[in-house]
């Protein structure tokens, strides 16, 4: 016995709308093309599969016992196809990794812009811990990766800066400082200061502006591995924090607040990818960033060198 893959599929749709004029939509096919289909697979195996009254249709017990396997037939049948189409038209995948709030105010826009024009890659997205990048991209688990700089790479890594924008304080929303327009460094001289763990002790002291001006340092208490972890610690009122601004947008949320620091250096967000990548789509999407991020930048308030807030 040979039983036709499409009418197990006219099975499987009957069983789930469990009405012959709505599965014939379903279908595209007429509602009496499908009853004898139904019979036709029902004569085959020698057992009813519904029972149909004037106003019900439902299954029987051997219905109900075929519907697992059927599904499995067609499902199996769909994944071949789908590995046919892979095999014969292979899909460039690009796996754009991002560090806390990525590429800032501009991601959605950069993005939006690359699927546009790069229609035959698929997109994929994951987020990395703070020094994630060299290692992700080195392991191949990302293509490319927006991360706030700064960075210490060696040739097998390239960067290349997109913008920069202006740093902030981040704070629980009781704070003292939370309704401040803006702060000067040394007005956080009695804060203690959550930061990230691990990484190079330069990066954390750039960050934290460590040394200050005036030759002191900032008081440091616990870390995270992540940005949802950081902000957790500062809203929880272990310390307070540095951040670009884009995470300001990116990360609100009810118990903290972000204070633009009016007299520190500004964050540069990178785009890293390996010097030495075999995916082609990866030197297209640099070039659309680099286009872009620019008149994107200005048409969002920004500046090249201070992100929108």
Known sequence: MDIPLHVLRYFCVLADELHFGNAARVLNISAPSLSQQISRLEGMIGVKLFERTPRQVSLTEAGEE???????????????????????SPVTVLRVGMVAAGAGTLTTAILTSAVQRMPSVRFEM????????IDELL???????????PMNVDERVRIDPVWSESRVLVVPADHPLADR???R????SGETFV???????????????DPRPDGSHPKRGPVADDIDGLLELVAMGAGVNIASASAASHYRRDGLRYVPILDIEPATILLCSLAATTNPAVRVFEAVAAELAPPLARSLGARKGAAPR
């Open 139 to 149: 392991a191949g688990s990302v293509d490319v990766v927006f991360a706030p700089g």
């Open 126 to 133: 994951r987020r990395l811990g703070f020094f994630d990048t």
């Open 66 to 88: 075929l519907l697992p396997l059927a599904r499995r037939v067609r499902d199996d049948h769909n994944e071949v196809l789908q590995w046919a189409r892979s095999v014969s």
């Open 185 to 188: 460094i040394a007005e956080t």
């Open 181 to 183: 327009e803006s702060v």
């Open 195 to 209: 930061g990230a763990a691990g990484g190079e002790a330069a990066i954390l002291d750039w960050w934290l502006v």
